[in-house]
């Protein structure tokens, strides 16, 4: 569909873009995301350099933009862009900012990456018209106990004339 092809790059820009930049300037992104970091890095098992946490969450961001951009798995791709923005906007914490200008704009931030984070969980869950993974198991499984219904009623059936046979075999 048309507005897949154009929605799906458009949302993926802003991923692809931000990801390029936490690579270039890691050291930068650093001190905003060393909170977070730190909370995150040990009951993940995940190294606790900053810089490092950075740059991964930008390579994810940019293989996930490039990825979903290209309509390529879009439903992974929008699910690995949804996990690497968890992070990025924990570290809009406008709630402490006691400068109004700075709480505006990480308040900002933070309701900004809220709305794409939305915008990826409908990517994510989008089967482009196609049944779902959900709704494939249950008619399986509806197909699976109709035939086990099948099953038992003939089992009967046959168990009734069996009998019958025997009833009329003895007299």
């Known amino acids: 569909m048309i507005v897949r092809r154009i929605a799906?790059?458009?949302?993926?820009?802003?991923?692809?873009?931000?990801?390029?930049?936490?690579?270039?300037?890691?050291?930068?992104?650093?001190?905003?995301?060393?909170?977070?970091a730190k909370k995150i890095a040990a009951p993940l098992g995940l190294p606790e350099d900053t810089e490092l946490l950075v740059r991964v969450n930008g390579a994810a961001m940019v293989g996930g933009g490039a990825l979903l951009a290209t309509g390529k798995f879009p439903r992974l791709a929008s699910t690995l862009l949804a996990a690497s923005l968890v992070p990025t906007t924990a570290t809009h914490q406008f709630w402490n900012e006691t400068d109004p200008e700075a709480k505006q704009a990480q308040q900002v931030h933070f309701f900004k990456n809220l709305s794409l984070l939305g915008g990826l969980i409908l990517a994510a869950v989008d089967t482009e018209g196609k049944p779902g993974v959900t709704y494939r198991a249950k008619l399986a499984s509806d197909s699976v106990s109709r035939s086990a219904a099948h099953a038992r009623k003939a089992a009967r059936r046959e168990a009734k004339l069996a009998a019958l046979q025997a009833k009329s075999a003895v007299n």
Do not use: C, K
């Open 8 to 36: 799906r790059p458009m949302l993926a820009s802003i991923f692809v873009l931000g990801g390029v930049n936490a690579l270039r300037y890691a050291a930068g992104h650093a001190p905003a995301a060393e909170p977070v």
